[in-house]
C-alpha cells in the first residue's frame, strides 16, 4: 500500500491532517502517541506493515493532531487544553463521514482519547489504549514515572539531541531495531513530527494532568495493551491500573517473545503482530448496536447572584424583574460563545453543563465580569464528574457537588473542584489553593480552588 492521500478538517482556522485507508466492519481513529507525520510514517517498513494491518481490519481515520506532523503547529507556550484536542478529534471523524468510530490511542495521546471516550460515549464504539498512562505525575498509581527532577533531565537532553540517535532509554528512539536506515528514518521521523520546543511543552502539561478520575466513566469496550515486563513509564503496574479502573477494559501484556523481529519502545516494533491479533478479539465484540447513553463525563456550571434577596427587597419587585432579566441575557450569551448548554434557571441562578472544564470556567469568568456594570455581583462553582442522562438531562452526585462547590464561593469569585484543575492544563488558567471542604450532603472531604485573575 503507498502513502494514502493526506486530507485536511478545519477545526476554526486550525488545518488538521487526516488520511482514510483500509476496509472493515468498523471505523478506527488512530492516534500514534509521541511521534506523528502521516507522510513519513508509511517509509518505514515496520510501521507501514503495522498500519496496513489495521487497514485491512477496519476503515482506518489516521490524523496528526494539533502541533504534530502535518497539522497546524502552536507556540510552546500555548499547549491546547484535552477539551480542544478532543474537538480536534470530533471534527476530523465528522469530516472523514464517520459516526462513532473505534479509536487507538498510544503513548501520550491516551489521556486524549480516555477523556474523548468519557466525555462523549455516542462517539466512542471502543477503545485501544496502546502503552498509555493517566498521567506522567509521579502517584501512588504510578509511582515508577520519573519525578519531576529526572522530567528537567529529560528536557535538557531533549533541547541538545532531538532527532539525533541520543540515548535510548531516555526516549531517545527504538532500542530495537539494528537496522541502521531504520534507525536514521526514526530520527527524521522525531525530527519531522514536532520539534523539541514543542515535545517539551507537552510533556510538562501532560505532568500536570491527571485523567484517572475519568477512567469509571469510560464505559466503552476496551483494550488495554501494556508490555510484559518493563520499568519506568513502561512498568506494566501502569497498564494494569487503567484495566481495573475502566469498566469494561481487557488486559494484555505482550512481550518480545510473541514476534521474532526486532522490538522496541513503539508498538509496531516486534509486538505488532500480536497487538493487531488482540484487536481482531474486539472487533468481533463492538457491536454497532453496544451504545451506553444513561452516563457521560461532564462539566457543570453553577451561578447565582450574591445577596439577591437584599437586593430585590430593596429595588422593588419591577425593578429586580428588569435586572434579573438582563442578568439572564449575559449569562445565555456567554453560555453560547462557550458551548453551554442551559439546564435550568432557579430565580437568579443558572445550571449548565459543558463538555469541557476549561471551557465552563472561562463562562464562568466572562459572566461574572459583564454582570458588574449591572451593579451586582455572581458566584460561580465548576466541577467535573460522571453524570446520569435521564430524558436528556444530567443528574446525580456531580450536580450536587457542582451546587454545593458553588455556594462556597465569594462574591465574582469561580470555585472549582480537584477533577477540573486535573483536566484543565495547558489552558492558560491559574489557581489558588483554597483549602479543604465539607459539602453539604457529600461523602469526604473536598479541595477547592479559586480561578486567578
Known amino acids: 500500500m503507498e502513502a494514502p492521500e493526506v486530507h485536511y478538517a478545519w477545526s476554526g482556522n486550525v488545518a488538521l491532517a487526516y488520511q482514510v485507508f483500509g476496509r472493515g466492519p468498523v471505523d478506527l481513529v488512530y492516534l500514534q502517541g509521541y511521534c506523528s507525520h502521516l507522510d513519513l510514517a508509511w517509509e518505514s517498513p515496520y510501521l507501514a506493515r503495522f498500519l496496513r494491518g489495521l487497514g485491512a481490519r477496519a476503515r482506518v481515520i489516521a490524523l496528526d493532531r494539533r502541533g504534530w506532523g502535518l497539522s497546524d503547529r502552536f507556540s510552546p507556550d500555548e499547549v491546547p487544553p484535552l477539551e480542544t484536542l478532543a474537538d480536534d478529534v470530533l471534527t476530523v471523524i465528522d469530516t472523514a463521514g464517520s459516526t462513532r468510530p473505534m479509536v487507538f490511542a498510544s503513548w501520550d495521546c491516551g489521556p486524549l482519547a480516555m477523556l474523548l471516550a468519557a466525555t462523549h460515549p455516542d462517539r466512542v464504539a471502543g477503545l485501544i489504549l496502546v502503552d498509555t498512562f493517566p498521567t506522567f505525575a509521579v502517584t501512588d498509581d504510578t509511582p515508577t514515572m520519573p519525578t519531576t527532577r529526572t522530567w528537567t533531565e529529560i528536557d535538557e537532553t531533549l533541547r541538545e539531541r532531538w532527532g539525533r540517535d541520543f540515548d535510548d532509554v531516555a526516549w531517545g528512539g527504538p532500542p530495537g531495531p539494528r537496522d541502521a536506515n531504520e534507525r536514521e528514518w526514526f530520527n527524521r521521523y522525531c525530527r519531522a513530527s514536532v520539534p523539541p520546543g514543542g515535545l517539551i511543552a507537552e510533556g510538562r502539561r501532560l505532568a500536570e494532568l491527571d485523567a484517572r478520575f475519568a477512567l469509571p466513566s469510560i464505559h466503552a469496550r476496551t483494550l488495554v495493551v501494556g ?52 484487536i481482531d478479539e474486539l472487533i468481533g465484540i463492538v457491536p454497532e448496536h453496544d451504545i451506553v447513553l ?74 461574572a465580569h459583564r454582570v458588574i456594570d449591572l451593579g451586582i455581583e455572581i458566584r460561580a462553582g465548576v466541577h467535573t464528574g460522571e453524570c446520569e442522562l435521564i430524558d436528556g438531562k444530567i443528574s446525580g452526585l456531580t450536580v450536587s457537588i457542582g451546587a454545593r462547590v458553588a455556594a462556597k464561593a465569594a462574591p465574582s469569585q469561580v470555585l472549582i473542584s480537584q477533577t477540573v484543575k486535573d483536566l484543565v492544563a495547558g489552558s492558560g488558567l491559574t489557581f489558588e489553593d483554597a483549602g479543604e471542604h465539607e459539602l453539604k450532603g457529600v461523602p469526604d472531604r473536598w479541595r477547592l480552588y479559586r480561578v486567578a485573575e
Request: charged letters at 30%; a negative charge; one cysteine or more.
Open 227 to 278: 508490555f510484559r515486563s518493563g520499568q519506568g513509564v513502561v512498568d506494566p503496574g501502569i497498564s494494569r491500573v487503567l484495566a481495573e479502573r475502566i469498566p469494561n477494559a481487557r488486559l494484555a501484556l505482550i512481550g518480545e517473545e510473541d514476534d521474532t523481529s526486532d522490538v522496541g519502545w513503539w508498538h509496531w516494533y516486534g509486538r505488532g503482530a500480536a497487538i493487531l491479533k488482540e
Open 294 to 367: 444513561d452516563r457521560a463525563l461532564a462539566t457543570v456550571l453553577f451561578t447565582d447572584i450574591v445577596d439577591s434577596t437584599e437586593r430585590a427587597a430593596a429595588l422593588g419587585d419591577r425593578a429586580w424583574k428588569d435586572l434579573v432579566e438582563a442578568h439572564h441575557r449575559v449569562v445565555r450569551h456567554h453560555l453560547v460563545a462557550f458551548r453551554g448548554t442551559e439546564v435550568d434557571t432557579a430565580g437568579d441562578g443558572f445550571y449548565a453543563t459543558f463538555d469541557g472544564p476549561a471551557r465552563a470556567i472561562r463562562c464562568a469568568m466572562e459572566v
